[in-house]
């Protein structure tokens, strides 16, 4: 019974490395690894990313998050 939902926050702004939720690392955006964890879970049932970004969010549907 999957009965957690996770939330990955992912600004489209950084003060760090900017855009940083889009930039890839061996071809994949780093957002799709945090939410490939999350499906790997067995106690996770859905994947929701909050962003104020069009492209992220375009980019987490893409990996299966709502």
């Known amino acids: ?3 957690i939902t996770a939330l990955i ?3 489209g702004g950084s003060k760090g490395v900017y855009r940083k939720n ?4 061996n071809n994949i955006p780093l957002l799709a690894y945090s939410i490939k ?3 790997m879970s067995k106690r996770v049932g859905r ?3 909050s962003t104020d ?14």
Request: glycine residues 4%.
């Open 1 to 3: 019974m999957n009965t």
């Open 9 to 11: 926050p992912a600004r």
């Open 22 to 25: 889009i930039k890839k690392l």
């Open 37 to 39: 964890v999350c499906q």
């Open 47 to 49: 994947v929701v990313v």
């Open 53 to 66: 970004d069009l492209e992220i969010a375009e980019i987490a549907r893409q990996y299966g998050a709502e």
